[in-house]
C-alpha cells in the first residue's frame, strides 16, 4: 500500500511513528512543509522536515519532541558573546551540523529535495520524505506592530516561538507559495498513492501551506484514492501548539468540526475526531465528510499507531 | 610608541603576547597572513587571524596554540556522521561560532577587515588586528602527485594540517596576490609607524604572504623607520611548525642568516638570532643587517617579554 501523508513537524513526525508502527509493509512518502524554514546564523534551517527526520530516525529529543537528543549548545553560547542572535530559537550543537550541511549543498547547487535525500541517507527515517517544494516559501504572520497603530508581518517562527502566538494573527500567508513549484516526486506520490493522509498537523501553518503550493490540492483531488485526516483539536482546543491563534487568523473555529469543514468534502472523504468530540461527528458527515469518533491523544506508540489503523479502516470504508 | 607587526599564526601571536608585556603603552597594529584562510563546510575560516584574536583576547588553547580553551567537537562529529569531512582539520563547537559569524558577516557584504573589527570587540585583544588584505589570497603548496608523475597544488592547509608537510613542497604560491589590495588601514599604520617587526613567524607563508600583498614591501622599505626580525630558525631547525620545508620550496636553507638574506637589507635593518646561532652574527651583518644574539626560545611570557625588548632596543640601535 501507498500512503502519502502531508506532515508538519512534532505531531505530523509522531503520527509518522504510529503510522509505520500500524502499517509496517507500506511505501510511505512524506511530504513536509517547508513555510517554516528560516535562514538563521546564514543557515538554512527546515524545522518540520528535520522534525520528521529525527523522529523517524531515532535522533529526537523525545520528550521536547523537536531537536536532537543529548543536544549541547555550544556554538549558540558562543554566538551570543559575540552578540548574535536570535537567542530566542535553540539551535543546539547537533543541531548545527544538520544546517551547516545543507546550508553546504545548496550553496553548491543541490535543490532541497536533493539535500533532504542525502540528509536521510544518514537518518534512514524508512519513509521517502520530500520537501513540498524546492522553491523559497516563506510563512509570514500579520500582527499589530507593537510600537505604532499599523500590522507588521513577521517570520512564523518569530510569532510562534519568539511570540509564542500571544498576540493576535490577522492573517497567515506563505510568502511565494503561489510562485512555487511542487518538489520532483511530490505531485508523481500522490498520483501514485491508494491513500492520502492528514496527521493531526496544524491545518494552517503545515498542512495548510502544503497545500498552497499549486498542484498539490488539485493533485489529491485528482488522486480519486480516499483522503482522510485526523483532528488536531480535541475538545475545542489544540492537542498541542497553538493552532487556534492562527486558524483565527482564517477565520476558522478550533473546533474539530470547523477544521474538516475547512478543509471541505472536496479534498477530504474522511475525518477522524477524538470521542470528547463525538458529538462533532453528524456535524462533519452534514458536510459530506465520513467521520468517526476514536481517541485522538497521541500518548504513546501504540495509542498512535491505533490512531493510524483507524484512518486506513477509515480509508477503505470511504473507499467503498 | 606606534609598532606594526607582521604576524602568522602561533608564533605571531605569543611574540606579541611578549611584545605587549615589554612596551605596554605601545599603539601596536598587527597585519595578518590571509593566505592561509580555508573554506570548510561552507564557512570562512582565519587561522592565523583567530590565533592572534582568540591569544590575545585570552580564549586560545594554551598548550596547542591554536584553537579555543575547553574545546569540544560535537558539531565536527556529527558532520563526519554525515560523511562530511575534511576530518584532518580541527574545528571545535565554540571555535565554530566564530566562523559562522564572520560567514554570516561576509555574505552581508562586509569586508573581512570589517569583520575582524566586529569580533574583536568581543575579543578585545588590545591591539588592532588588520587582515593583510580583504580579496582573496589562498596559499597553494605544489607537491608530487602521489597517483603519476605529474605535480600539484594543494591548499596550504592540506599540505600543513593533513600531510603534516611529509613530502617535498616544490613552490609556494600565494594565489591572489598579486590582484590584492592591502586591507583598508595597512598601508597607513606602516607609513605612521616608529617600528616595524617581523616575529618569528613562518618567513614564506607567514610573513612572505604579508609581503606579497602589492605595496606592503614598498610601504616598509619606504617608512622610513627601523624593521627588525626574530629569527624563527634555531640551530638550523624551525622552532616550531616545519618552516624548513616550505624554506625549501623557495631555495632558503634553514638558517637563521639564510632567513635574514632572504628579507634582506633593503627591507630588513636588524635581525636578531639565538644565542646557539651567534656564529651567523658576523655573515648577517656582512650582508647588511644588523645582528644580535639572545635567547630566542618562547618559553614563556618572560621569556618572550625579553626577545620583544631586545628586538625594540636593536630598532633604536639601527635608528641611530
Known sequence: MRIVVLAGGIGGARFLRGLMSAAPDADITVIGNTGDDIHLFGLKVCPDLDTVMYTLGGGIHEEQGWGRADETFTVKEELAAYGVGPEWFGLGDRDFATHIV????????????????????????GVRLLPMTDDRVETHVLIDDPDGESRKAVHFQEYWVRLRASVPAHAVVPVGADQAKPAPGVLEAIADADVVLFPPSNPVVSVGTILAVPGVREAIADAGVPVVGLSPIVGDAPVRGMADKVLAAVGVESTAAAVAKHYGSGLL?????????????????????????IPLMMTDLEATAAMAAAALVLAEEVRG
Open 269 to 293: 472523504d474522511g475525518w477522524l475526531v477524538d470521542t470528547v468530540d463525538a458529538g462533532a461527528v453528524d456535524e462533519v458527515e452534514a458536510a459530506g465528510i465520513r467521520c468517526r469518533a
Open 102 to 125: 545543507r546550508t553546504q549543498m545548496i550553496g553548491a547547487g543541490y535543490p532541497l529535495s536533493a539535500v533532504t535525500e542525502a540528509l536521510c541517507a544518514r537518518w534512514q527515517p
